[in-house]
């Protein structure tokens, strides 16, 4: 098990910028790859974007594609997801996941070994 603390949420205006953290407790990572999710109030957990650790290949879910960017830092075992031009529908939880091995489904929640806590980020309209 790793165990992830995420960071970063906050309340923002629609059309902000905003950056959230996902940190590694230990501070080093040797799985295949981190994600980040999200949960809106009232709605599923839906997959936001991956990144693998060694590669760094990305993949984004549809609805955010363009606007954000998921990153990681190899040294401080510690991932990013760069939100720009928020929307009000950004709003919700966000956790991030982490799968030690590859398990080829990238959408699939229940492919992912750990979990953070989640960190709030609210889109005012």
């Known amino acids: 098990q790793v165990q992830l603390v995420e960071s970063g949420g906050r309340l923002v205006q629609a059309g902000d910028s905003l950056t959230i953290s996902c940190a590694v407790s230990?501070?080093?990572?040797?799985?295949?790859?981190m994600a980040w999710f999200r949960q809106a109030p009232g709605h599923e957990r839906e997959f936001v974007a991956r990144i693998t650790w060694r590669l760094e290949s990305t993949y984004y879910a549809d609805s955010v594609e363009g606007r954000f960017f998921v990153s990681r830092d190899y040294a401080k075992a510690t991932m990013y997801l760069q939100m720009n031009s928020l929307k009000f529908e950004d709003t919700a939880d966000y956790y991030c996941a982490a799968m030690i091995y590859d398990r080829r489904s990238i959408q699939d929640s229940g492919k992912y070994d750990s979990w953070g806590q989640g960190t709030r980020v609210t889109v005012s309209s």
């Open positions: 230990g501070g080093t990572f040797s799985g295949f790859a």
